[in-house]
């Protein structure tokens, strides 16, 4: 009996404090932390489960009770993470794991912005080659252009 | 009623189809009567759509519950104002407004180019017909807005309809629709005047000076469009979020981004003879996105939360949309002679090369976003896997593009035409460097470590002082001329070349909204339970729910909680949060969030709703999110400037190598348009 009275104390602290509590919080942060990790699939958002800003969502709701249940197990975050997988496929992460064909959704527009680079070269080195077969102009009618120009700039500045 | 409505949009396809064909034998055959009829065919298909449009309002307007759209999509307690929305509320109704936006662009350029462009307009007309006898064949055969609801073989009205999504009924979702849809529509016609200048073999400016102006209305259109959509996501979904990468924002994004690129390196074509493929390349990228875009929003072939439903005309635009891109590839490969550029790159160092760059950075962005929109589907038709590409792909992939395209709104205007010095350029940009460090280093000295947002925030700070010495240096030098205060000079300077100063207003409003991207790095956030009564902090703000209530009207169940806002002990405003359960339809829910706005930070409250008698609401700061909404207003001042004539005409020569000055320094080069 007196082995109880700690606990039973612990328990009537707790309580109070539930009832003390003014406002709860809906989504603890190891919750969040884990659910940033998982796609919502409810198919109205493009959230994570760790985000997805629906209170009642069929999806995110669920798998945030079995993230925090797995939690209070001590399972780890990759743990979590993988049993999601497990069950419902790579669709079930947020973004496509760095691995295999999907490897491509993110190597594309790295691979895109150095084709543009390459294409930019060339049309450069293309559009920059006739002036070198250009002939050799004469100077008088260089310097009437120069004469032009600083006149130009004169009325400018 | 219903069989003038379909009968107009039957005899609107004869015409377009007979437009067509009027135009592409009336040439071929040296017609000019065809020609001309079939021009006259063009207004024809306007007035009968324009018959139908009006039957289709008519019905919803009264409530004509005998039709299966309006029975779908009006109900009887709706305001008027979106009984008329809901024109483009489904499918059938969006399809038609697509399709009579651009039976009314059609007769639009028909009327204006009567006496013009006689040569390539046979073939722009043919352009045009073609597509709109493609939507008008849709509303003809799988989608008639005009079926009507039977049973057996007599027609029946129900009682009551359905009504619209009580989401979209909110006042930027009234004119959102229509402003994507001037906006996607709009870009036909660019496309129709390149495809008529590259049948005719004309690929000279023409084309490019009739449809520059069109372009950009097209472009303002699409921008008001794209960005009414972010605010009523923002005011209405409840999360405070304006852009969720979702895959039909995102198909509404990527003609934007192409046209972008298009009126930058137009410029090119204009002044310098240069990039004539490019051009074509992104005129008819952005036709095809667009189409692309509403093949998107209708097929069902990606998930999408504002996709219509899924319907039998995915195949329909799959088979437009290759055929059209098979053609102009060919023609445009095949007209690849007429297309040479006139000049010569001079120097790396010119603004030719940061348009090259420009240019690159935004197909870049483009590209990812396609790329990201599409992979599910790829990657499900290569490894049979589904897989999920949502919003930190986009992010992580777009917001390094976005700020070295920043940078670029900032180095373009810096950099003279032709050749620039590094001399030149050190000048220039000692300042605005400057500038822009001294702004990260002193956000870094006040405790902020987020580095896109110190980046950001500095290369805005660059952007803003490369603009403000242009304006400047233009107005220093009139007001020193004229005896001008220098406001008066800055306006007289932007009068004087409205396109250039117009573009640069554009970019500082592409500069605000940027503010307000980054101050989605410091978003706080929190989801509690309360009751009357109960305190909570979030931010700097205490707050306190001083009432909660519920209650019903005719229209719908609601419930709202008053919250007390504090700031330091001082009681500053309340906001009322509420939560709508409408009667009607399938009792959709729908929220009215709370926010107090202030440039520096919005403070945004959603009723999420009710649980063991307890209000869940979601509280949200929004640091600078304001700016989105500043820069959408200059972006649209700013385009407008554009579009007004500029008090000086310029002329560009066309510049070309002639000789090489042995031994001679190289001249000096000027910037300016």
Redesign the interface.
């Known amino acids: 009996m007196i082995k109880r009275v700690p606990r039973v104390l612990l328990l009537l602290i707790t309580g109070y404090l539930c009832v003390a509590q003014?406002?709860?919080?809906?989504?603890p942060p190891e919750v969040r932390r884990v659910g940033m990790k998982l796609?919502c699939?409810c198919?109205?958002?493009?959230?994570?489960v760790g985000d997805c800003?629906m209170?009642?969502c069929h999806y995110s709701n669920p798998a945030r009770e079995r993230i925090a249940e797995m939690q209070k197990a001590s399972t780890s975050d990759d743990a979590i993470v993988g049993a999601f997988v497990k069950e419902r496929?790579?669709?079930?992460?947020?973004?496509?794991p760095n691995t295999?064909?999907?490897r491509?959704?993110?190597w594309?527009?790295v691979v895109?912005?150095l084709l543009?680079?390459i294409a930019?070269y060339a049309?450069?080195t293309r559009?920059?080659?006739?002036?070198?077969d250009?002939?050799?102009?004469?100077?008088a009618v260089?310097e009437k252009?120069?004469d032009s120009?600083d006149r130009d700039?004169a009325k400018?500045e | 009623m219903e069989n003038l409505g379909a009968l107009s949009l039957i005899l609107a396809f004869c015409f377009s189809i007979y437009a067509v064909f009027g135009s592409v034998v009336g040439k071929w055959k040296a017609r000019p009567f065809l020609v001309k009829s079939a021009e006259r065919a063009v207004l024809a298909q306007w007035g009968l759509q324009t018959i139908a449009a009006a039957l289709l309002v008519y019905a919803l307007l009264t409530c004509d519950f005998r039709l299966a759209y309006v029975a779908s999509h009006v109900n009887t307690a709706m305001p008027t104002i979106y009984k008329f929305t809901a024109w483009w509320g489904g499918q059938e109704g969006s399809l038609l407004l697509w399709s009579w936006i651009l039976g009314s662009y059609s007769a639009v350029v028909v009327w204006q180019n009567r006496k013009k462009f006689r040569d390539m307009m046979p073939w722009v007309t043919a352009t045009l017909m073609v597509t709109q006898a493609f939507f008008l064949m849709l509303i003809v055969v799988p989608l008639s807005p005009f079926e009507v609801l039977a049973v057996g073989k007599e027609i029946r009205a129900v009682p009551d309809g359905n009504g619209l999504n009580p989401l979209l009924q909110y006042w930027s979702m009234a004119i959102h629709p229509p402003m994507l849809y001037l906006g996607y529509v709009g870009f036909i016609v660019p496309f129709a005047f390149a495809m008529g200048s590259l049948i005719t073999k004309q690929p000279g400016d023409g084309w490019i000076q009739t449809t520059r102006r069109w372009t950009l209305v097209t472009w303002l259109f699409q921008s008001c469009g794209v960005l009414l959509g972010a605010g009523w996501a923002y005011a209405v979904?409840?999360?405070g979020?304006y852009w969720?990468?979702?895959p039909v924002e995102n198909a509404s994004l990527l003609p934007w981004i192409t046209a972008t690129a298009f009126l930058h390196s137009v410029m090119m074509q204009e002044k310098k003879g240069?990039m004539k493929v490019w051009n074509m390349v992104l005129v008819s990228s952005t036709f095809f996105l667009c189409i692309f875009g509403t093949f998107l929003t209708r097929s069902g072939v990606v998930?999408s939360?504002h996709a219509f439903a899924q319907s039998p005309i995915g195949p329909y635009f799959a088979t437009f949309l290759s055929i059209h891109i098979a053609a102009t590839a060919w023609l445009i490969l095949d007209r690849l002679g007429y297309l040479k550029?006139e000049a010569?790159?001079?120097s790396?160092l010119s603004r030719e090369?940061s348009f090259?760059?420009n240019n690159?950075i935004l197909?870049?962005s483009c590209?990812?976003i396609l790329?990201?929109t599409m992979?599910?589907v790829i990657?499900e038709a290569?490894?049979g896997?589904?897989?999920?590409?949502?919003?930190?792909?986009f992010n992580?992939?777009n917001v390094p593009?976005g700020l070295f395209l920043l940078l670029l709104t900032g180095v373009g205007p810096l950099i003279a035409w032709r050749r620039s010095s590094l001399e030149s350029l050190k000048k220039a940009f000692l300042w605005p460097s400057i500038g822009g460090f001294a702004i990260s280093a002193a956000l870094f000295a006040l405790g902020i470590r987020h580095f896109y947002a110190l980046m950001a925030f500095g290369l805005c700070a660059f952007v803003l002082l490369t603009v403000a010495m242009e304006f400047f240096k233009g107005s220093r030098?009139i007001s020193a001329k004229t005896g001008q205060n220098l406001l008066s000079a800055m306006v007289e300077l932007t009068h004087r070349n409205t396109r250039r100063y117009g573009g640069y207003i554009v970019h500082v409003a592409i500069v605000m909204m940027f503010i307000g991207f980054t101050g989605a790095a410091f978003n706080k956030e929190?989801?509690?339970?309360?009751k009357t009564?109960?305190?909570?902090d979030l931010g700097r703000y205490h707050m306190r729910v001083a009432e909660i209530k519920q209650g019903e009207n005719p229209n719908y169940d609601w419930g709202h909680a008053v919250v007390e806002i504090n700031q330091g002990g001082q009681l500053i405003g309340t906001l009322a949060p509420e939560q709508r359960f409408y009667k009607a339809g399938q009792g959709q829910q729908a929220s009215v969030v709370a926010i107090r706005r202030r440039l520096h930070e919005d403070l945004y409250l959603?009723f999420?709703?009710m649980q063991n008698g307890k209000v869940?609401i979601?509280a949200y700061v929004f640091p600078l999110v304001g700016w989105i909404w500043v820069g959408f207003a200059g972006l649209i001042f700013g385009t407008l400037i554009c579009l007004v004539p500029s008090k000086v005409k310029y002329e560009f020569a066309k510049t070309k190598?002639?000789?090489?000055?042995?031994g001679?320094a190289k001249?000096?080069a000027?910037s300016g348009d």
Request: some cysteine.
């Open positions: 003014v406002s709860s919080d809906f989504l796609a699939l198919g109205a958002c493009n959230n994570s800003p209170i009642g496929g790579v669709q079930a992460l947020i973004v496509p295999g064909f999907n491509l959704v993110w594309m527009p895109a912005i543009g680079l930019i049309w450069v559009m920059r080659k006739p002036a070198a250009a002939p050799a102009i004469d100077p260089l252009y120069r120009i700039l400018l | 979904l409840g999360w979020g969720g990468w979702d240069m998930s939360v550029s010569q790159l001079e790396v090369s090259l760059f690159l197909l870049a590209f990812s790329w990201g992979f599910p990657s290569v490894t896997e589904k897989i999920s590409v949502d919003a930190p792909f992580r992939v593009i030098a929190r989801t509690i339970e309360l009564g109960d305190e909570f959603n999420a709703g869940i979601q190598v002639m000789g090489v000055a042995q001679a001249p000096k000027v």
